[in-house]
């Protein structure tokens, strides 16, 4: 009776067993065909988040190959190689001639476009994230295969400052990337007190917190006083032509006025008095344009920065702060 029942057991454990399992396989096949969708429509991000899940669902080597590619075309060439080289290495015998001549060929070009990189921190345990993406714990027992180009790598700990650095690395790179991280509540200054019996010993100023104040915004003047300059300049000319062109018009009215004048003594009379008109205008005309440029700089004249910051300080004589603004 006992193995009756271990049996009928048995039997149930497996069927249970074998329907989730086809569910599994069910829903990784359906995943698989959206993911092909995306590929095709260009969505490479979210075909890739629906290969990976289809992966998980039910491991098949033939999704890697979807993952390699897909990652090719989101240029994330370190991920590339590395689900290229898991391909091969999970389909073996399975992979056809044809189709691991045409990976290992691609494999040759993206050993190109990949670097290496070692992480080196002060602290154990600490997270270390490229470009956002978790890759493991400090210390780490190898070299991060990355992608070429521009790369962010951090390394957190609870408790600490988070140390960031952000490199530029070539293919073929192999770069060591030192990372420090600071406890926060780590005391600015330490002093050893010296014995009270000896009144010859002078206790060495012991420093206080650093305060940071908000930053001294100041707006950069040179532009507009140079703009001020050039405008009174051109002021000044369409002042001085002016009063010239108003002489030059009370001659030719003179002239025009007059009996005996030559017809060549009024012409010359005319010219001279529309020339210092002419140049009259067109200094007024300038004097106009500098003002409103310089009004313009005066608007928008960039902003220099300064930051100021204070320390408290205790010494035997008394205390005080110091600092720069």
């Known amino acids: ?119 080196e921190a002060n602290v154990e345990g600490a997270e270390v994230t490229i470009d956002d993406i978790v890759v493991g714990k400090t210390p780490l027992t190898e070299p991060l295969t990355v992608s070429a180009g521009r790369r962010k790598i951090s390394v957190s700990k609870s408790g600490l400052t988070t140390a960031t650095r952000t490199i530029d690395i070539a293919g073929g790179d192999n770069q060591k990337v030192p990372l420090e991280l600071v406890d926060p509540q780590a005391a600015v200054v330490t ?60 001659t030719f009215d003179t002239r025009v006025g007059e009996l005996g004048q030559s017809a060549q003594s009024i012409d010359d009379a005319r010219s001279r008095t529309r020339t210092f008109a002419l140049v009259t205008d067109i200094f007024g005309g300038a004097t106009i344009i500098a003002a409103g440029v310089t009004l313009a700089l005066a608007l928008t004249r960039p902003t220099r920065i300064k930051e100021a910051f204070v320390r408290p300080y205790f010494s035997p004589f008394g205390g005080g702060v110091a600092g720069a603004f």
């Open 1 to 119: 009776m006992r193995r009756l029942n271990s049996a009928i057991a048995l039997v149930v454990t497996l069927a249970v067993s074998t329907t989730a399992y086809a569910q599994k396989t069910d829903e990784a096949r359906s995943r698989f065909g959206r993911g092909v969708e995306l590929f095709k429509d260009g969505d490479y991000r979210a075909a890739l988040i629906e290969f990976k899940r289809a992966y998980e669902l039910a491991p098949n080597y033939k999704v890697l190959y979807n993952l390699g590619q897909t990652s090719l075309e989101l240029q994330d060439y370190a991920s590339a190689l590395k689900t290229f080289e898991q391909y091969l290495r999970e389909g073996g015998k399975d992979v056809s001639s044809k189709r691991r001549a045409e990976v290992e060929a691609e494999l040759g070009k993206l050993r190109t476009r990949v670097a290496k990189i070692t992480v």
């Open 191 to 250: 002093t050893t007190n010296p014995s009270t019996d000896n009144p010859d010993v002078v206790r060495a100023p012991t420093q206080g917190p650093l305060t940071v104040f908000e930053p001294v915004k100041t707006k950069n003047m040179t532009p507009v006083w140079i703009g001020v300059g050039i405008t009174g300049g051109l002021a000044v000319g369409t002042i001085v032509f002016g009063i010239v062109a108003i002489s030059a018009k009370s």
